[in-house]
T-cell receptor, first 115, second 111 residues
């Protein structure tokens, strides 16, 4: 069964450093998302991406964040200058079809730890 | 955006049927009701979605009354592996569809 994959599974970085979190969505999917979940808290939407551009972003997704689909398979989230409060699980998700908007397939997540 | 309310936690035993009810009083005409499951340190997983009446799949059933102001996720004969957080979401089933998660219901299944 196809699945969303994410790398690395765990990333440790120093405050102020740049990190890139990688995702490979399911191959025939058209819509891509990043969510994050701070330990013990809700899953929060960050950004959605469709047709090679951001379609929606939340207040969390400020200028420190960017997303890119550099080739036909990868979907990346970059945090330019990490802060302690960026420590969280970051989930990538994808979905196939305009009419199945609520059935998103989530990856296993990347645990980001900022020291 | 329709707000949802569901119990913070529920306890059950293996083999029992579990029903988790969610209220969404201000659901809009175009909104669908969707349930996700999340295990610790894993991404949420889609369980089931419905618009009205009853929907059933191999995992669960979803009951939605005529006024659509609430819904009930039914898990038949739960096992220990069903211990997870269950989220009720309400959103339009089209467009870019960002999912808004609440705190969910922590279901603990005991032997």
């Amino acid at each position: 069964e196809p699945e969303v994959t994410q790398t690395p599974s765990h990333q440790v970085t120093q405050m102020g450093q740049e990190v890139i979190l990688r995702c490979v969505p399911i191959s025939n999917h058209l819509y891509f998302y990043w969510y994050r979940q701070i330990l013990g808290q809700k899953v929060e939407f960050l950004v959605s991406f469709y047709n090679n551009e951001i379609s929606e972003k939340s207040e969390i997704f400020d200028d420190q964040f960017s997303v890119e689909r550099p080739d036909g398979s990868n979907f990346t989230l970059k945090i330019r200058s990490t802060k302690l409060e960026d420590s969280a699980m970051y989930f990538c998700a994808s979905r196939e079809d305009h009419n199945l908007a609520n059935e998103q397939f989530f990856g296993p997540g990347t645990r980001l730890t900022v020291l | 955006l329709a707000k949802t309310t569901q119990p913070i936690s529920m306890d059950s035993y293996e083999g029992q049927e579990v029903n988790i009810t969610c209220s969404h009083n201000n659901i809009a005409t175009n909104d669908y009701i969707t349930w996700y499951q999340q295990f610790p340190s894993q991404g949420p997983r889609f369980i089931i979605q419905g618009y009205k009446t009853k929907v059933t799949n191999e995992v669960a059933s979803l009951f939605i009354p005529a006024d659509r102001k609430s819904s009930t996720l039914s898990l038949p004969r739960v096992s220990l592996s069903d211990t997870a957080v269950y989220y009720c979401l309400v959103a339009s089933n089209s467009g870019y569809s960002t999912l808004t998660f609440g705190k969910g219901t922590m279901l603990l299944v005991s032997p």
